[in-house]
């Protein structure tokens, strides 16, 4: 059987929204974490013994993971080791590197083909020519073939080194969202007729918004495109006042639900056009709410392209 909505005929392009999303934050590394770190700018590898299980640990760690154990004392560990394991993607090769002398393995960068990223081969640390960052676990660029000598067991760290405390790190992700041809629809009208559009559902004939293949209520597919108003209800809102990561307004400013005049789902967007500091007192829930749109030449086909829904006094 075919479940193919007849809405979709004609429709061949599926448009596609371009996105990054970032995610600032903040590493807290710990003591010995911190100190491994920042041991690397001076071409030291710190490991940990742990004062249960006598386990040496590389990079160096508070708490043993095999035992709970604590960190007896950091040890120097020697530039050499051998590859336990060994995995690429596109543009690099990993390793775990077994350091002479240690009893957990190392990831890092293998610098070298896969082909010679054999499991036994003796490989050296490999430090970089010119550091961009400091304390960061690329202050040691990774491992090459070959053996420092004379080859030296891991012995005492007498020295002092502060540690690092954190890490400002930065997730990007790149990603690309495909519309689907139901919201390419949409933002197609959005962007070239300043229209809404939802779809009916074939059952109930509640019209939903944004347009979309089944109904969510009835699991019916949905027939027909239908124009909704750009005017509606005010169903729920909510006055933003705290300042967080990845905003992109300056508090306060106030979300809000919308049902669209001719539409039985709600829509979350911005509320404005009113003295945003009095916001408690002018909104009420049920009132009328109407779009203010960006001039039609700056409407890029997104939700945006509403700037906000502006309460209607009557
Ligand atoms: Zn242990
Ligand atoms: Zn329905």
């Given at each position: ?230 005017a509606?209800?005010l ?38 056009g ?13 009132m009328k709410v109407k ?18 829904f502006q309460p209607i006094f009557e």
């Open positions: 059987m075919s479940m193919k909505n007849n809405l979709l005929s004609g429709i061949e392009e599926d448009a596609v929204l371009e996105v990054q999303l970032k995610m600032p934050y903040t590493l807290t590394t710990g003591k010995a974490a911190g100190t491994f770190l920042a041991a690397l700018d001076q071409k030291i590898i710190l490991g940990t013994t742990c004062n249960k299980c006598k386990k040496v640990i590389v990079p160096a760690t508070d708490y043993c993971g095999a035992c709970g154990g604590q960190n007896e004392g950091f040890l120097e560990m020697p530039h050499s080791g051998t590859i336990t394991a060994v995995t690429r993607t596109n543009e690099k090769v990993f390793i775990f590197i077994r350091l002479d002398g240690a009893d957990i393995d190392l990831l890092h960068i293998f610098h070298g083909e896969f082909a010679d990223a054999q499991i036994g081969a003796r490989v050296k640390a490999k430090w970089p020519t010119n550091v961009d960052e400091p304390s960061r676990i690329t202050s040691l660029a990774g491992f090459e073939l070959g053996t420092d000598s004379p080859s030296v067991s891991p012995r005492p760290f007498t020295g002092t080194i502060e540690p690092i405390s954190e890490i400002p790190y930065q997730l990007t992700l790149d990603y690309k969202h495909s519309y689907g041809p139901h919201y390419g629809r949409m933002f197609d009208e959005l962007a070239t007729r300043q229209r809404i559009i939802g779809s009916r559902c074939s059952s109930c004939h509640n019209v939903l918004v944004p347009p979309r293949e089944y109904c969510d209520v009835c699991f019916a597919p949905t027939d027909l495109y239908k124009d909704v108003s750009d509606g209800k169903q729920a809102f909510s006055i933003i006042n705290l300042e967080f990561v990845g905003q992109t307004r300056t508090p306060p400013y106030v979300y809000g639900e919308v049902v669209l005049d001719g539409s039985a789902t709600r829509l979350i967007h911005n509320i404005g009113f003295d945003i500091t009095k916001a408690k007192e002018i909104l009420s829930i049920g779009a203010v749109w960006r001039p039609l030449d700056q409407c890029k086909g997104t939700l945006d392209d509403i700037e906000y």
